[in-house]
């Protein structure tokens, strides 16, 4: 008797968003380097690039020109302006991911995410990052002294914007602790992973398993 084959999965978006230091980057960071069949989705933005960043790897850094263009042309599949800079997703790669069943990890904000939402409500799952404090939040902004104290100051009013946008997301999560908010996205990811609405055949799977007869 032939072997019943297993049903193929559809990929799944994964979008982290939190204000700007509660943490997302670096649990971004951490999913994409030790989790299994996740692809790390690269924005384009006209942001200039940072002393610790590399091109290709955090962002791609483009002119705005070239922004500009994607965007006319529909190739960002979400794009916002933040803090007087473009960001951007590039459409063609992830839907490529998607279609071969790898899924793929966002670190985007709240418009961007209400976006994708909008155009794929059945692939996406969104998680808001919470910081455990204000002061807390001021102070990791503060330590990781790439910006300038009129832009943390800058950062901190938008922050209060940006965590009222809470209840817009699936899941979320306090960080005040790293290693137990990258297991609960872990856990998270394994349950969406196995949502029936995911599998693509599954009816005929299941077909096929009504129709073996016992050995």
Do not use: C
Not at 20 to 48: C, F, H, M, Y
Not at 144 to 159: Q, S, T
């Amino acid at each position: 008797m032939a072997e019943t084959t297993r049903p193929a999965r559809r990929g799944l978006m994964l979008i982290l968003s939190s204000p700007s230091g509660a943490g997302k980057s670096t649990l971004t960071r951490n999913l994409s380097q030790n989790e299994n069949n996740l692809d790390l989705s690269i924005s384009v933005t006209t942001r200039p690039r940072r002393p610790s960043e590399i091109d290709g790897v955090h962002y791609r850094f483009i002119d705005r020109g070239a922004f500009d263009a994607m965007r006319q042309h529909n190739d960002l599949l979400e794009w916002a302006e933040v803090h007087g800079n473009g960001y951007g997703t590039p459409r063609k790669e992830v839907e490529a991911s998607l279609a071969a069943g790898r899924d793929v990890l966002f670190d985007i904000d709240w418009q961007g995410t209400q976006q994708i939402v909008k155009k794929a409500r059945a692939d996406v799952v969104t998680i808001f990052i919470l910081p455990p404090s204000m002061a807390e939040l001021r102070s990791r902004l503060v330590r990781r002294a790439e910006d300038a104290p009129e832009v943390i100051a800058k950062r901190l009013a938008n922050a209060r914007d940006e965590i009222a946008r809470w209840s817009q997301y699936d899941y979320v999560i306090v960080n005040d602790d790293l290693t137990a908010a990258y297991d609960a996205i872990k856990a998270i990811l394994t349950a969406e992973r196995l949502k029936r609405s995911r599998a693509v055949g599954l009816g005929d799977f299941v077909d096929q398993l009504l129709a073996e007869e016992p050995a």
